[in-house]
């Protein structure tokens, strides 16, 4: 069974431009998360979808959105991108929502840096 | 919201020795904690999980408790190897959101 699918890997922006992450789940999940990584801030909660729904979303600006599709895929936006923007995106999928008995798998991450 | 607190940030141990690393919650109603082994350039992997209603859980050399009293769990690893050498992440969950520790550093040496 396929893992969990980013794209693109790396991303290369400048300041005030938009972009577009991707993450296809592992076929059947239908649980997607979006963590941003960083070496200052660690590891942190974006946002949740489940069945095409948002259940919750983390402290960040309303310049990060995201959606997720009927086939369980997921993106995130980011406009009117900052330096303090650059970090690694990591997505997980899990079958069921994590509090309900799903282990999550994470992606391998977009590493965006923004100049 | 939830926040986790984790200790500690680095750690070395000699291979064979164990290693435990703990954290804390605030929020009382989080159910599941998982733990997360990240190496060098890769992506997290869950390694151990545990959820409210348990207070151990084992897997060969790792084992994680849970002390939803004091609202700490701790990740118990025996007989470290070289291979155990990477970043460990706990996290707490509740309510469609998941926070993590900041991470501790683990180095087995040889």
């Known amino acids: 069974k396929a893992g969990v699918t980013q794209t693109p890997r790396y991303l290369i922006k400048t300041r005030g431009q938009q972009v577009t992450l991707s993450c296809s789940p592992i076929?059947?999940?239908?649980?997607v998360s979006w963590y941003q990584q960083t070496p200052g801030q660690g590891l942190q909660f974006l946002f949740e979808?489940?069945?095409?729904?948002?259940?919750n979303k983390g402290n960040f600006p309303g310049r990060f959105s995201g959606r997720q599709f009927s086939n369980s895929r997921s993106e995130m936006n980011v406009s009117t991108l900052e330096l303090g923007d650059s970090a690694l995106y990591l997505c997980?999928?899990?079958?069921?929502?994590?509090?309900?008995?799903?282990?999550?798998?994470f992606g391998p991450g977009t590493r965006l840096t923004v100049l | 919201g939830e926040n986790v607190e984790q200790h500690p940030s680095t750690l070395s141990v000699q291979e064979g020795d164990s290693a435990v690393i703990k954290c804390t919650y605030s929020?009382?109603?989080?159910?599941?904690f998982p733990w997360y082994k990240q190496e060098l350039g890769k992506r997290p992997q869950l390694i151990i999980d545990?959820?409210?209603?348990?207070g151990e859980k084992k897997d060969q050399r790792i084992a994680v408790t849970l002390n939803k009293t004091a609202k700490h769990f701790s990740l118990h690893i025996t007989e470290t190897q070289p291979e155990d050498s990477a970043v460990y992440f706990c996290?707490?969950?509740?309510?469609?959101?998941?926070?993590f520790g900041a991470g501790t550093r683990l180095t087995v040496k040889p």
């Open positions: 997980a999928s899990s079958l069921l929502l994590p509090g309900q008995g799903g282990e999550q798998f």
């Open positions: 076929s059947g999940h239908r649980s």
């Open positions: 979808y489940f069945s095409e729904t948002q259940r």
């Open positions: 929020d009382s109603a989080s159910n599941y």
């Open positions: 545990i959820r409210s209603n348990v």
């Open positions: 996290a707490g969950y509740n309510n469609n959101d998941m926070r």
